[in-house]
């Protein structure tokens, strides 16, 4: 029975993670595609919201918190991004950049998308 609760934890971290890595590219590419605007703009929001409030993502939260479960060596005090990209390319990248960028980005991004509704 631990096989299968700790494949479970799996899949619902590998499930997390695809959701994650969809709002990235949501986050990143959104703005190319009118026909997806208000999720776009949802996922512009919640990742500035999560940003300020939480100074994290609460998907990355809950993906290692399900990694730890079947893998308690799994270490993670990193954001997302800068774990992924360590992984990737085995150089850091500082949390408190990360924060900022990703406000600057989400925050500009938000604003700029809102401004013509606002203004036409």
Same mark, same amino acid.
């Given at each position: ?7 479970? #934890? ?7 993670f695809l ?5 990235v ?26 940003? %300020?409030? *939480? $100074? $994290? ?26 774990? #992924?990209?360590? @992984?990737?390319? @085995?150089? $850091? ?5 990360? *924060? @900022?960028?990703? *406000? ?14 606002? %203004?036409?």
């Amino acid at each position: 029975m631990h096989n299968v609760g700790a494949m479970l #934890y799996r899949v619902g971290a590998e499930f997390l993670f695809l959701a994650l890595f969809s709002v990235v590219v949501t986050v990143l590419f959104g703005w190319l595609f009118p026909s997806i605007w208000p999720l776009y703009m949802v996922a512009l929001a919640g990742t500035f919201l999560s940003n %300020i409030t *939480l $100074r $994290r993502c609460v998907l990355s939260d809950w993906e290692f918190s399900l990694r730890r479960r079947y893998d308690p060596t799994t270490s993670y005090d990193y954001s997302y991004s800068s774990f #992924y990209t360590y @992984k990737l390319t @085995k150089q $850091r990248i500082s949390d408190g950049f990360l *924060l @900022k960028v990703g *406000l600057v980005f989400t925050g500009v991004s938000f604003v700029a998308n809102l401004v013509p509704l606002l %203004i036409s």
